[in-house]
């Protein structure tokens, strides 16, 4: 198939733009350099290319609190780039198939995180304006879709761990955040301190379980939503507990700072729908995920 990557350069764009060239496909990656997507003329020169599948990646954001900190931005970027891209599909490649990332800080933490919710309540203050962009996207796709025809998938992802993170300095997820710590901790005696007070729980997919389910959902699935989660959730203290025990560092030296912004308290996604169009979705055991991760990140420290 030809297929058309936005947010080719980032942690999931490399590894899925891998994955499908190794399958065989003709890949376009599209990243910020080449493709600056809050320009809407940017995509023209794809124009000619018959593409089977967008796959849109691409987004502007990172995590810890830059979202608290870039509302207006992130409100301007996000809804420029999806709105292009929408308009570009409906415009020059109806004949494709789009897949776009959610994102579980969507919904609404005090509903159940089960697909129907996508657009229900309000999602949480600090994530609101990024969420809600998100939300914008999945409702472009069902008013194209409802309109023209148009064939989408949006995927919800929980937080994605593995190795290939970004190594610039930029702020990490949590889990990201957690290894670098601990392993400094480690090399060089610095105080582990963790935000909140580790009682917060998470879910982590292994990068490359997401990588080869959305493949395989974009084939199987159209005009749906449907969440990727582990289906099961852990305590910050938890990660901590088994990241330390990989590393060697004694998990009782790590401090916690209660009054540094945690986020929601939990964020488990319904797995449900997933389960029931994949069945035999196997994922990697967190005990080796995290030592893959470890591995990586040692080898790797910004
Ligand atoms: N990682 C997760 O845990 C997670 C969880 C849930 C959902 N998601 C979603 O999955 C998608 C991929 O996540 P990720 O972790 O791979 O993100 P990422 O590493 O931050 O990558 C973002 C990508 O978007 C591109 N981009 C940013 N601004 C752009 C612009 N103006 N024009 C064109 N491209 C632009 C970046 O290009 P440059 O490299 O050139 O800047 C990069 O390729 C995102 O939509 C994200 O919301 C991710």
């Not at 609404?108 to 990024?130: C, H, Q």
């Not at 995927?155 to 949590?174: E, I, N, W």
């Not at 582990?192 to 580790?198: E, N, P």
């Not at 990588?211 to 989660?229: F, H, K, P, Q, Y």
Request: with cysteine; charged share 20%; aromatic share 10%.
């Amino acid at each position: 198939m030809k297929i058309l990557v936005t947010g080719a350069s980032g942690f999931l764009g490399t590894r899925l733009c891998g994955s499908l060239e190794e399958a065989g496909h003709i890949v376009a990656r599209l990243d910020s350099k080449n493709c600056d997507l809050a320009v809407a003329s940017n995509l023209d020169c794809y124009n000619g290319s018959r593409f089977d599948q967008i796959f849109h990646l691409a987004a502007w954001t990172r995590a810890g609190d830059f979202c608290l900190t870039h509302p207006g931005e992130q409100w301007i970027i996000n809804q420029q780039m999806n709105t292009n891209v929408l308009a570009w599909w409906h415009r020059c490649q109806p004949q494709a198939k789009l897949i776009s990332m959610g994102t579980s800080c969507a919904y609404d933490p005090r509903l159940e995180l089960v697909e129907e919710n996508y657009l229900a309540g309000k999602p949480i203050e600090s994530l609101f304006t990024y969420a809600m962009t998100k939300r914008m996207l999945y409702a472009g796709l069902l008013s194209l879709h409802q309109q023209f025809g148009l064939t989408y998938l949006h995927l919800v992802p929980s937080t994605l761990y593995g190795p290939g993170y970004h190594t610039d300095g930029r702020q990490m997820h949590f889990i990201f955040d957690l290894i670098q710590k601990i392993l400094r901790g480690k090399a060089y005696g610095e105080p582990v301190v963790l935000w909140g007070d580790g009682y917060q729980s998470r879910e982590v997919v292994y990068i490359d379980d997401f990588v080869r389910v959305a493949s395989r959902l974009s084939i199987d699935c159209e005009n749906d939503t449907v969440n990727v989660g582990a289906g099961t959730e852990f305590t910050i203290r938890q990660f901590a507990e088994l990241i330390c025990e990989y590393v060697g560092f004694s998990a009782d030296s790590i401090q916690y700072d209660t009054g540094r912004y945690v986020g929601a308290r939990s964020k488990c996604l319904s797995i449900g729908k997933l389960r029931r169009l994949v069945p035999q979705f196997g994922q990697v055991p967190l005990s080796v995920g995290l030592g893959r991760t470890i591995e990586w990140c040692q080898n790797h420290r910004s």
